[in-house]
């Protein structure tokens, strides 16, 4: 079929077409694995989807840290020597940017 289609205009219409002709196009979709590729396109472009979703929530959680780390350089030495080391434990930081973000909600100073 392959071999066939390859060298048969009656066997396949794109043989003679360009890329750029609308019938090209029509043609493929005709196409009886073109919807197994259509499938597999959405496949990806859903998985594209959710790596850029983790990637902005990786930004977002390295913007917080900064935010954190600023804030802990005005605190005194000793509130540093506690914090510090718990901050490599995400639910420390977590619970620490959550904190955070109530102290600039209510205005409170840090």
Known sequence: QIRKESVDPREN???????SHQEFWNNASRKPYAKAILRSEQHWVDR???WLKQYG???VMNQVREDI???????????????????KHKICEIAMW???????????PL
């Open 98 to 108: 959550n904190c955070f973000r109530e102290a600039k909600e209510r205005d409170v």
């Open 48 to 50: 594209k989807n959710v």
């Open 13 to 19: 219409p794109n043989l003679l077409l360009d890329e």
């Open 69 to 87: 780390a600023e804030s802990l350089e005005e605190c005194s030495m000793e509130i540093r020597r506690l914090v510090t080391p718990m901050m």
């Open 57 to 59: 929530q990786i930004e």
